[in-house]
């Protein structure tokens, strides 16, 4: 694998740092973080439609650019560095991974085609009150009826659930355990019965919510794929996801490193810069290798992903579980280097220390992925 980025990669990642210098700035995520949506309409149509990054990863057959998943780690890192506001994750790395892997001719076409022209956001919902990533966690049931099927049941931590046209529920047949009989459903927000609520979050740069379904009636052309078969097309979807959220996590390690360093060479104590102590080049030094790292293992991951190979779900397990220390590690360090002032609300500091934490969470944690790279390689 070569993982230099190629002059094309280059260039999109130029003009994503430079668009997100413009648009998620300090005042403008920390103004997104207050409004009750949590990020800009204004903003999230600039990126969707005009520069197009909502179909990166959009087949070009349904509107697309029909990129890979390497050049998505480039815009998650250049993302995560600068705290964007806005449903990127949850509509591209989320609900599209989702409709490629299992949608149907159909529900690609329409479904893709709106995300890919920024008239639609979309979520997958999977996750419900009993805290568990995987196919044991879901308790939701769809019954079959004449014509289709009957939804019920809660989810929880829906990421821009609150604020998504298109949800992709995860409900499994009455009587069944494990990764059997989990089906995936495409269902519009505004479908009768289907209710949302917005959860208090440690992290307002990353809205969730709680998705309710009281008997809500999906079509039989709402399925994705063969009814009984939708774990494994979530789990290859969760698997895609991570690759992405490890990369997010690097662009914003990177970030805490940076503000770490220059604030270390600005800041003087007892005549000396602080960055010329051996305690604090130590910390900066630490920080330094796991952001790099971390790099590495985003984009090894990326590469497995961008050539769909069966290690995929191996490398994203490795990519979360690193990354997700090394970021929260890295933002931790961040807010002890600069000391008192790192503590406030006015500094940036905390907004990626509650990002670092969120991020850890989503998706399952470093353990719950360590564990899973344990039974892959059978230890």
Known sequence: MNFALDEEQERLRATARAFLAECSASPQVRAAMETELGWDRAVWRRIAAELGWAAVIVPEAYGGLGLGHVELAVLMEEMGAALLCAPFFSTVCLATNALVAGGSEE??????????????????AWTEPNGRWDAAGIEATARREAGGFVLTGRKTFVVDGHAADLIVVAARRDGSRGETGVSLFLVPADTPGLRRRVLGTMDRTRRQAEVTLDGVRAPAAALLGEEGD???????????????????????????????????????QFGRPI???????????????????????????????????????????????????????????NVQIHGGIGFTWEHDAHLYLKRAKSSETLLGDASHHRERVAQRIGL
């Open 107 to 124: 529900q690609k076409r329409d479904a893709l085609a709106r995300i890919a022209a920024g008239d639609a956001v979309a979520t997958v």
């Open 230 to 268: 939708g774990w494994r097309i979530l789990a290859k979807a969760l698997a895609l996801a991570a690759v992405g959220l490890s990369a997010e996590q690097v662009g914003g390690a990177q970030r805490c490193l940076d503000m770490a360093v220059d604030y270390a060479k600005q800041r003087v």
């Open 275 to 333: 960055g010329s102590f051996q305690a604090i080049k130590h910390k900066c030094a630490n920080m330094l290798v796991q952001v790099e790292s971390a790099r590495s293992a985003a984009y090894f991951a990326a590469c497995t992903a961008a050539e769909d190979g069966d290690d995929l779900p191996l490398a994203a397990s490795l990519a979360k579980a690193y990354c997700s220390d090394a970021y929260f590690r890295c933002a931790a360090e």
